[in-house]
């Protein structure tokens, strides 16, 4: 099946700084990524849809300033977490998604454990 | 907010039991999916059940969905130890985006 690999697993930063997350599809190209978020014991929610050469677009409550992201080759995306608190610390996801004729099929990243210190 | 809802909140059985969790989710759908996730790992994708399809077997799981009621049931039956994780349905709203349930955290025990 297609893979999407995904780039820290694990990462560890200071408040105040800046932390960038990759999430790239390996053997397909992805016109469309999506990044999650997933606090301990809860399930994921959509934070932002990445759109290949065009802005993303936020979920209800997403501070855009906050989380940037870039979508600038078919098979790169990424998620940089702005000026990081320890409240952004937190399990984030990215997936991509192939579309067949109906139904669309997501695949998704191992994961980024981001604690803010 | 559009998140489905699963219950139970967690579950724990024996190995050899059968374990059923429940989806219910709040707007019309193409298809609703499950996956798993293993702690602190990425999802992986179980079974994806159509709309217009009533239920669904793969191995070890039986998917049901009842769109009039908005629910599905993931069913796995004679449980192993490897198969404690959380579980989430997922639905896609007639977008392209997924909105997952709360997820359903499982524990077999040996």
């Known amino acids: 099946g297609a893979v999407v690999s995904q780039h820290p697993s694990r990462v560890i930063c200071k408040s105040g700084t800046s932390v960038k997350i990759e999430c790239r599809s390996l053997?397909?190209?992805?016109?469309?990524m999506f990044w999650y978020r997933q606090f301990p014991k809860q399930s994921l929610m959509l934070m932002a849809t990445s759109n290949e050469g065009s802005k993303a677009t936020y979920e209800q409550g997403v501070e855009k300033d906050k989380f940037l992201i870039n979508h600038a080759s078919l098979t790169l995306s990424t998620l940089t977490v702005t000026s990081a608190h320890p409240e952004d610390s937190s399990f984030y996801i990215c997936?991509?998604?192939?579309?067949?004729?109906?139904?669309?099929?997501?695949?998704f990243g191992q994961g980024t454990r981001l604690t803010v210190v | 907010s559009q998140q489905g809802e699963e219950d139970p909140q967690a579950l724990s059985i024996q190995e050899g039991e059968n374990a059923t969790m429940n989806c219910s989710y709040k707007?019309?759908?193409?298809?609703l999916q499950w996956y798993r996730q293993n702690s602190g790992r990425g999802l992986v994708h179980l079974i994806l059940?159509?709309?217009?399809?009533r239920e669904k077997h793969s191995g070890r799981l039986r998917v049901t969905l009842d769109t009039s009621k908005k629910s599905s049931s993931l069913l796995i039956t004679a449980s192993r130890a490897a198969d404690t994780a959380s579980y989430f349905c997922?639905?896609?709203?007639?977008?392209?985006?997924?909105?997952f349930g709360t997820g359903t955290r499982l524990q077999v025990f040996p």
């Open positions: 707007t019309s759908i193409n298809n």
């Open positions: 053997d397909f190209q992805a016109t469309t």
């Open positions: 997922a639905t896609d709203g007639n977008t392209d985006k997924l909105i």
């Open positions: 997936s991509a998604t192939i579309e067949h004729r109906v139904v669309t099929e997501a695949f």
């Open positions: 059940i159509r709309s217009n399809e």
